[in-house]
């Protein structure tokens, strides 16, 4: 078994409210590598896409964690409020410790082209995913002690490879956390923290129908589409001692497309 010199480590993942879900994977991978996981969710936005969440999902993520030998605990946040991000890392540290890993996986995402678009619908979309993924990454740098191992890994999209015309929000606010990435990582790097981010490409999370896999498949190099557990192997690569010079990074892995 490969030591990714995890054991004993904290790693916070947003955004894990499903089995199915890239975040439960990348909280599998982390704790199955020794790290102690904990996690958010955000059971309002789940009732509002078609696919839900079980009301007990988060808490079965989270006991699944345990098998592992390792510490995990869980807490509903609304990443659109403000003093969340505080709040969040002054309950991860009384509970687990202190943070040496944080995975900003959680997004808001509601489709709407430039005819629908409303004020409200942007505000939402900024407020969880740049304001609210910007200010754990500050909450992470002002608490982090220099420690080896500061890792911050961020979950992004393919807005910057093609239009995406009937996701403008979630499009806009996804560019602008491949452009956090970049700038964090030069602002971190004195503090020994990696700052990176992995676009999975159209992951089989559920969400699809067979419509749209049929397609996605028929256009993918090897045949298939992304899983949530392809975006965990680069995720626990890049926060494992063996990613500590990849730093400013925007890793595509799309299987090629």
């Avoid at 990348?26 to 904990?38: E, H, K």
Wanted: charged share 20%; aromatic share 6%.
């Amino acid at each position: 078994m490969i030591d990714y010199g995890l054991s004993g480590k904290v790693a916070l993942v947003t955004g894990v409210s499903r089995h199915m879900g890239i975040g439960a994977a990348i909280a599998r991978s982390l704790a199955a590598s020794g790290a102690n996981v904990f996690i958010t969710y955000y059971r309002p936005y789940d009732k509002l896409m078609p696919w839900g969440s079980k009301l007990t999902e988060a808490e079965e993520i989270v006991e699944s964690l345990k098998l592992h030998l390792v510490k995990a605990a869980g807490l509903e946040a609304n990443l659109a409020e403000p003093l969340v991000p505080k709040n969040l890392f002054d309950f991860v540290e009384e509970t687990l410790g202190h943070v040496d890993i944080l995975v900003n996986n959680a997004v808001h995402d509601q489709q709407a082209d430039i005819h629908s678009l409303t004020a409200e619908l942007l505000d939402v979309h900024y407020a969880v995913n740049v304001r609210g993924t910007t200010l754990l990454c500050a909450e992470f740098a002002k608490r982090h002690d220099g420690r080896p191992g500061g890792r911050i890994i961020n979950l992004t999209s393919g807005q910057s490879l093609a239009p995406m015309p009937e996701n403008l929000p979630y499009a806009i606010t996804k560019g602008a956390v491949e452009a956090l990435t970049l700038s964090l990582s030069a602002s971190l790097a004195s503090k020994g923290i990696t700052v990176n981010a992995v676009d999975p490409g159209p992951t089989d999370t559920g969400w699809m129908s067979n419509e749209i896999r049929s397609m996605l498949e028929s256009k993918a190099p090897f045949g298939r589409v992304s899983t949530p557990e392809d975006a965990a192997r680069i995720v626990l690569f890049l926060a494992s001692s063996q990613g500590q010079w990849i730093t400013g990074q925007i890793i595509r892995s799309r299987g090629g497309q």
